[in-house]
């Protein structure tokens, strides 16, 4: 096996381009586990460490944030600025794995692996974030909706990498909150709800919903998000749009939970993310 170290993303998107079975590495946190369980051969490993540009979160003067891909869970969990709804990415940040996974696993490794039971992804949907990638073709900019195709998979081609998650500004009055419930401390999720609302003093304006582990994608309904904006977010309101959400839902059924267990928890996961939400605007 071939171990590259390239400095520059032109580089590592070259390497990755001419060998199909050669794969990027970031933390290894889930790369060399699946080496070491021999799921994984690859020919070549391109390691991502010494991109600078990968690195570090920053805030344009519009309040856009990007976050480099190389960015480890740590440094999100612990960053000073997002702002508002963006703060979904650093509660969920906050709730993976235990602090070893944290200070090595990376942006762009979970989000590239688009493992359905991780915490960004829902999250990423929730904030409506785009990822920017890099490849043979140049850079392009997907939403995270459209990034999440299936179960492990991704809309990355041959010779891609994620570069960069873009976090658009936040509006004014807007709050986040990240519900994961798992059967241990540590744990994947056995269902997780990530919102980002914005509130007219009790009045709900603007609000993203969006699930973890109840589909082999996050799972989000414009008409979820329609059932509780104008509402003062009451538990009607919030049952119609559990509702909604089972309906497009196509929960998984494992070992973390049968599929039914996981849909009897999102109304009152999604009822407790829009407490919490509301909770930290006040
Ligand atoms: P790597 O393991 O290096 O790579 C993962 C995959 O992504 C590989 O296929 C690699 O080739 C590819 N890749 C890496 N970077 C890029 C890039 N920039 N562009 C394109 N492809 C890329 N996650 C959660 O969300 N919640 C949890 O509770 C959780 N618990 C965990 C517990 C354990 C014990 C372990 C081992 C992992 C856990 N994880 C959890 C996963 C963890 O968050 C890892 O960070 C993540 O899965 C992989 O990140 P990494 O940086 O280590 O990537």
């Given at each position: 096996m071939n171990f590259y170290e390239p400095a520059t993303l032109e580089e590592a998107a070259g390497l990755l381009a001419k060998d199909e079975d050669a794969r990027p590495l970031a933390g290894g946190a889930t790369l060399v586990a699946m080496m070491n369980a021999e799921l994984l051969e690859p020919t070549s490993l391109v390691s991502l460490r010494r991109i600078a540009s990968l690195n570090g979160i920053s805030t344009s003067s519009d309040g856009t944030v990007t976050i480099g891909a190389m960015t480890t869970h740590h440094e999100v969990s612990n960053t000073e600025v997002l702002d508002g709804g963006q703060a979904i990415v650093r509660h969920a940040a906050r709730v993976i794995g235990h602090p070893a996974i944290r200070n090595m696993g990376t942006m762009g490794g979970s989000i590239s692996h688009a493992d359905p039971a991780a915490d960004y992804p829902a999250a990423l949907v929730a904030a409506n974030a785009m990822i920017e990638t890099f490849g043979p073709s140049g850079t392009r900019d997907i939403k995270a909706e459209d990034f999440f195709i299936d179960f492990l998979e991704t809309s990355l081609e041959q010779g891609e990498l994620v570069s960069a998650v873009r976090l658009p500004p936040s509006s004014r009055g807007s709050s986040a909150a990240y519900e994961k419930f798992a059967?241990?401390?540590?744990?994947?999720?056995?269902l997780s709800v990530a919102v980002v609302v914005t509130m007219d003093t009790d009045t709900c304006t603007q609000i993203r919903v969006s699930l973890g582990s109840a589909g082999p994608t996050p799972v989000r309904a414009d008409m979820a998000d329609a059932a509780l904006v104008g509402t003062v977010l009451d538990d009607d309101a919030v049952s119609a749009a559990a509702a909604i959400l089972i309906e497009a839902s196509d929960p998984l059924d494992d070992v973390r939970g049968s599929a039914e267990y996981r849909m009897m928890l999102v109304p009152e996961l999604l009822r407790r993310a829009i407490a919490g939400a509301r909770k930290l605007r006040s």
């Open positions: 059967r241990v401390d540590g744990d994947f999720a056995t």
